[in-house]
């Protein structure tokens, strides 16, 4: 692993950690978050599906 991969691992953790602390701190409830979960699930494989049949 490269050093830049390294950099990159650890900032994209750091990210996780402040979205997770905002996300616990707005109080959201268990069932709204699974369904906001799924909607972005289902948005980042439709624009996968998408460019994969425009490649």
Same mark, same amino acid.
């Given at each position: ?11 994209l953790l750091g %990210?996780?950690?402040?979205? $997770? /602390?905002s996300w616990r ?14 909607? %972005?699930?289902g948005i980042f $494989? /439709? ?9």
């Amino acid at each position: 692993m490269s050093t830049l991969a390294i950099v990159s691992l650890i900032s994209l953790l750091g %990210w996780l950690v402040l979205v $997770l /602390g905002s996300w616990r701190s707005h109080q959201v409830s268990k069932s709204s978050t699974i369904k906001m979960v799924l909607i %972005w699930i289902g948005i980042f $494989l /439709g624009v996968a599906l998408i460019m994969g049949l425009i490649t």
